[in-house]
């Protein structure tokens, strides 16, 4: 098949559009990723369409002035991108593209080529979104115009691409929209994540980690509340401090700035348990990695982790428990806790296993989908 994939930084379609390719699709990359930086992630350069030239007043205002006027300077990005894919768009039978940022340019595709859309959304519907975000004082909400650009883009779409069950449950609101869901976790570099020796000391303290933003989003206030009712535990922190204060002069708690990607796999090797208690997340790829790692996990029922029970292996190293629920998360770190001192570890993973958490697995389950739907279609 012939398949545009249309983005503005990497994202995950980076890694979809380099498996479709090994899978034999056709496929144009179209982003402002500088192309030898695509390439170092796999992607073929042929596969690779820039749009930087395009978009260079737009990033340049980003990096020197992010806080002035974001709601102009996403109207232009908006802009700009849509007109730079546009001007370079090749004939394709699909076009997936991230929602909220393209919405002309994938009307476009269908009307000149007569693509089938594929709209990729990676948290809950918008207004599911916005009603989470707004219940939490100081958190940052999506915009009136990203708002609309969701909606006309989950109306515009023939297929809206989600991450997990619960990003599938907010759509229920939009019968229409629902009806279009296609369900993909997405996958992870098992290269840059091994699994870990297995049979290794457990720490004491038992080593809990967090990797990601310190905000209100990712339920920081209640995983800093948990560790603090759990005796015998210590959390590390790797990743930005975002709207929430992290507790200070308390052992218990280690902070690490950002590290790059390929870096996070010695914090997943140290770890005992991995932990995401977010309100509100699509889907946490970092639940991937820790698994990927061998590390058992514990996360809210609004992060995805639900998704990754692929076997029985894996479902034996995650713990799913009610979003916003101190309790329930104090309950989960005490249960591993007792249990990994107790030396019932899960059993270990095959690379069967880890092959379901993988791109590659990412790729077949989307190429197949693509695939029936093309033959599921009528002919015109």
């Known amino acids: 098949m012939r398949i545009a994939i249309a983005t503005a930084g990497r ?9 479709l390719h090994a899978l034999g699709h056709r496929v144009k990359f179209y982003s402002y990723v500088p192309r030898a930086r695509a390439e170092r992630f796999g992607l073929p350069a042929d596969c690779h369409v820039s749009l930087l030239p395009f978009v ?24 700009l991108l849509n007109r730079a894919v546009m001007m370079r768009l090749q004939p394709c039978d699909v076009f997936i593209c991230m929602s909220g940022i393209y919405l002309e340019a994938a009307r476009f595709a269908k009307q000149r080529y007569g693509a089938t859309i594929w709209l990729d959304r990676g948290s809950q519907h918008i207004l599911a979104q916005d009603e989470i975000l707004a219940s939490l004082p100081g958190a940052e909400r999506p915009s009136p115009l990203a708002i609309r650009r969701e909606l006309a883009g989950y109306a515009l779409a023939d297929r809206v691409v989600i991450p997990s069950g619960h990003v599938e449950e907010s759509f229920r609101r939009d019968r ?5 869901l296609f369900r993909n976790p997405y996958g992870v570099d098992l290269a840059m994540f091994p699994l870990r020796l297995e049979g290794r000391l457990v720490s004491d303290p038992i080593s809990l980690l967090f990797v990601g933003i310190w905000c209100l989003r990712k339920g920081c206030d209640l995983l800093g509340e948990a560790v603090r009712r759990v005796h015998g535990v210590r959390l590390t922190h790797v990743g930005a401090i975002g709207d929430l204060h992290l507790p200070s002069n308390d052992d218990r708690f280690v902070h690490i700035d950002p590290v790059p ?16 208690a977010s309100r509100e997340d699509g889907f946490g790829v970092v639940l991937s990695q820790a698994l990927a790692s061998g590390v058992p996990v514990i996360c ?15 479902a034996q190293r995650i713990t799913v428990v009610p979003a916003g629920d101190v309790d329930a998360l104090a309950c989960a770190i005490a249960a591993w806790r007792d249990r990994l001192r107790a030396g019932a570890a899960p059993p270990p993973l095959c690379e069967s296993d ?12 989307h190429s197949d989908e693509l695939l029936r739907a093309v033959a599921t279609t009528p002919a015109q």
């Open 354 to 365: 880890r092959e379901m958490l993988s791109w590659r697995g990412y790729g077949r389950r």
């Open 176 to 180: 229409a929209a629902h009806g279009k």
């Open 11 to 19: 994202f995950h379609v980076l890694d979809l559009a380099r498996e």
């Open 261 to 276: 990607q390929a870096q996070l796999a010695r914090f997943y090797a140290a770890a005992d348990v991995f932990i995401l």
């Open 300 to 314: 809210t029922d609004r992060t995805g982790g639900a998704d990754l029970a692929y076997t029985a292996a894996l």
């Open 56 to 79: 260079l007043p737009a990033i340049a205002w980003q990096q020197l002035m992010p806080r002035f006027l974001p709601s102009v300077r996403a109207r232009l990005l908006y802009a």
